[in-house]
Structure formats: C-alpha cells, structure tokens
C-alpha cells in the first residue's frame, strides 16, 4: 500500500512539473517572438525615407551641344518623381551626349546604385542600351527615340516613332507644297532614319527628292549647301537638326533670302524661341493636343507645372513628365516584375490623350502637323490620329 502511494505522487509531480515546463516554454518562446517583432520594428524604424525610396536611374545630356535638352527632360522626369513625395529617389548621371558615356553611366547605376529601373533619351542612347537592359533585366524607358533593334522585352519606346511623323509629312508636303522636295539631316541615327523614311513615303506618294544632304552635328556653316538649294529651287526641305545646327541653318536661310517652307519632325518645335527670328513659314508635327487640342489632363499638367515652377512646360518636359509617370505606374502595380505591367499596357490615357502601345513596346501618339510663322503655331493643317 505504501509503494503504491509512493508511485501516485511521484506520477502527479511528473506532471505538475511537465505541466509548469510547458507554461514557462510558452512564455520563453512568446517572448522570444515578441523580441524578434520588436527587433523588426526597430530596424524599420532605423530606415529613412530615403533609405525606404525606390530608386530609379537617369541618363541624360545635361552638359555638351544637348544641355538645353538634358535640363528640359531632367525637369519633367523631376517633376514626375516630386509627385511621388518620397517614395522614388532618381539618381541623374550625365552623359554628355555621348554613347560610349551613356553605356558607362548605366553600367553604374545597375552595378553599383542597384536601380529599379531607368529613363532615358535620343536613338543612339536607345540602340546601344537595349541589349544592356535585357542582358541586366533592368527596365529601361526611352524618350525622343526611334525603337531600337533587338529584344523588346525589357524596353518602352515613349516617343512618336519617326516613321509616323514622316509618312503624315509626306503626305502633307505633296498635296500642299509641291513635288520637289530637297532633304537635310544631322548626319546621327535620328537624321538618317528619318530621311530614309520620309524619302521613301514622299516618293512613294509620288513626290521626287532632287536634293539631299547629311551635315555633323558639330556643323555651324550652311553657306554652301544652301548655295546648291537656291539653284535648285526645291517646294521644300525636309530637315531633321538639333540647338546649334538649326539655329546655324535658319539664319543663314535669312541671310540668303531662301524663304522655302521648312518641314521636319516635332523635336523642331522645341527650338521655336531660338529660331523664330529667321524661320521662314515652316510645317511641323506636334503631339495633337500640343498643337491646339489639349485634353482636360494636359490643362492640368501645365496649370500644375506653372504653380510648382512658374514657367510653361514645353514638350520635352512633358513628353519625359509622362513617360516617368508610366513608368511609376508599373513600379507600383508590379515592382518586381515590369515586364508584365507592360504586357499588357495597350494604351494609355494621359496629357496627349489617347496613347496607343503596340507588341514592340512603340508609343503611338495622336498627331498633327501645325503651321509656323515667325516661330509662332497659326494652326493645324493636317491630323494622324494611330
């Protein structure tokens, strides 16, 4: 009798004590729990709101022949992030509009600043970065670019394809100018493509280039290309050039008193206030609602802009603002995989109204070719609605 009272106390005591182990196990790990949530409520709390920002890349020529340029897309893309508070940081590098600093740049802002993703400008800065972006897996948003070659995968091309531009100038140029068209383009990617499209939809319409000439970007005497034009008295020119060139060309234009209509790409239009005392009649394509049509949403941009800075935005600035707000759609609606936001992005409803995307990631804009005298817009004369 005694054993078996011996062998019940000793089984509740095994009990009572399994029973405290666990109560106190319990309290050891939830208080080890808690210790862990607080540790992660710490480092959070160690975070800054730059710590915490996204950071997305800039490439773009802020010093060389295209600062002007660089500083007007710097500010759109800048206006955009500031829209954003302080949940996207840019880091901006300069490339001074050179390709080889270009790729560079981006080679940094991958590697080492460990960017989401990246904006950027002009054809030969497309051509070299595409094949970077899909090697890296960075996406990369273009802008006053035609669409490079190569896998699209990991690329937007924000800009009119030049190819649209030219086939609505070449059409305008034949029913309204005349049959004898002369071409002049910087000697780049951009002006050899452009006059290769233009060249073949004018003739194609049935127009013919009697003359046709590239020139350096670095080129600042017309004197004797223009010589060969006021012989051959062509309806018109077609002319892609940039700052200096067109400032160059258009004064040497007065001085010689050509007064032949000039015809080009919208890139021409930013350049208005520089040339508007030597610019003979021209005709240039402008998104639609750039050119007199503006939609509620791009009313509000500038109202916006001219609040925040006290200027009026041209369109670089908001072509890069829009470009840079897509692009922070994506980041917000899938951060950690672009490429599908973009899949499936066939268009856009924004400041240029209705923008379409096709399966090469190539923005197709609403355009219209708008007459200028004196570097001032006196209407639309002809519509390209994608």
Known sequence: MRNLLKLR???????LFLVLSLIVGGCGEKEKKEEAKSA??????????????????AILPLTGNFSLFGRWLKEGINFAIKEE???IKMICEDNANQTAKAVTAYQKLV??????AIVTARTPVANALTPLASSAKVFTVFTFADLPQGDKTYILNYHFPVSDECKVLAEFAKKKLGLKGAILVANDDFGRLGANFFKQYYVKVGGKIIYSEKFSPMQRDFRSLLFKLKKLQPDFIFIIAWEQNFLALTKAMNEMDLSMPIIGPNVLTVYLNLVKDYLPVSYFTMSFYDAGKQTSAYKEFVEKYRLKTGKEPNMVIAEAYEATKILLIGLKKQPYDLPI????????????GKVTIDDNRQAHFPLAIVKIEKGQKKGIVWKFIP
């Open 9 to 15: 106390f000793r089984c509740t005591f095994l009990t």
């Open 40 to 57: 992660v409520r710490q480092e959070v709390v160690k975070k800054t709101p730059e710590e915490k920002a996204i950071k997305i890349g």
């Open 85 to 87: 508070k302080n949940t």
């Open 111 to 116: 590697n080492i600043d460990k960017v989401r």
């Open 341 to 352: 936001f973009f899949d499936n992005l066939k268009e856009y409803f924004g400041i240029f």
